[in-house]
């Protein structure tokens, strides 16, 4: 079981979307999806539940085409900055509709949720703020039981309490019964140790897409004083620098060589994930 997307591009006005996209979405992982701005994350999301359509390529889910399939797209879910839901509904009366769209949709546990994270079931959807708006539309994307849910900047407007709190149960029902997530976000340094795969989109185009053990484990960080740190790099595959006054922080492909001269009075470290995925998305 998964999602095969193959040589998927858009183009919307003068501007290319996305530009011969392939990736695969397996069964029961959670992924990053990660891109700065404008880098097509979005554009992706909607393309794979049939919101938008691409100009050329195709997607399969579980071998079928996912498009204009209800079979197929009953397997998704995408939570989305926009909703669709009418303006006088209240939250309670939009989790008892999605059970008519999504048989495994689990009331009890939609309205537990609601409790967990003070979400007034008898509010209007039109009324909540930008934080519980996020609230709310999380709560339908861990409920409704289907192996494959989207998340774009789902924790967008939530205070730290109500993003950790998020995480946990996102685990706690990954634990239970896995299914694959895809996390579309900007903050990276909170999702690094959730995430299993990394896929880094850049002006359209996937520029990685492997394990986060994987894409870490190729590359480390140097920090010290600006000479020591200017002598170490020679020869290396640099990334990228960061200078502070007269320290400097480098960010290298390959393994550190703790031996040479050059590496005395410097500081080595591993390789953290929203350092290296701005260094690989600089301009």
């Known amino acids: 079981m998964s999602i095969e997307i193959r040589n998927i591009s858009k183009r919307f006005g003068e501007v290319q979307a996305l530009k011969d996209v392939s990736i695969t979405l397996e069964e029961n992982k959670i992924y990053g999806l990660l891109g700065r701005n404008g880098a ?17 390529g195709t997607i399969t889910l579980d071998g079928e085409p996912a498009l204009e399939n209800d079979r197929a797209q009953g397997k998704l879910f995408l939570m989305s900055e926009s ?76 205070d730290a309490n109500h993003r950790e709190l998020f995480y946990k149960r996102l685990l706690e029902k990954y634990a239970e019964k896995p299914f694959t997530v895809v996390l579309s976000t900007h903050l990276i340094e909170e ?3 959730l995430v299993e795969d990394v896929i880094i989109i850049k002006e359209g185009r996937v520029l990685r897409q492997e394990s986060r053990d994987s894409l870490l484990s190729q590359g480390y960080m ?46 080595f470290a591993p390789m953290d994930l929203q350092k290296l995925f701005i260094q690989l998305t600089n301009q």
């Not at 934080?131 to 861990?142: D, N, P, Q, T, V």
């Not at 000479?227 to 390959?254: F, M, N, P």
């Open 83 to 158: 909703t669709l839901h009418p303006d006088s509904m209240k939250v309670r009366s939009a989790f008892r509709w999605a059970g008519a769209f999504y048989p495994g949709f689990d009331l009890d546990y939609a309205m537990a949720l609601a409790g967990d994270f003070g979400l007034s079931t008898g509010a209007k959807i039109s009324g909540l703020s930008t934080g519980y708006h996020s609230i709310f539309k999380l709560i339908l994307a861990l409920s409704v039981n289907v192996p494959y849910v989207l998340l774009d900047e789902p924790i967008l407007g939530l």
């Open 191 to 193: 999702v690094a140790s």
């Open 40 to 56: 097509g994350k979005s554009t992706l999301l909607n393309l794979l539940t049939g919101r938008i359509f691409a100009d050329s």
């Open 222 to 267: 140097v920090s010290g004083g600006a000479a020591a740190v200017g002598a170490y790099l020679q020869g290396k595959e640099v990334l990228g620098v960061d200078s502070l006054g007269g320290l400097r922080t480098a960010y290298i492909l390959g393994k550190p060589d703790k031996t040479a001269q050059s590496a005395q009075d410097l500081e």
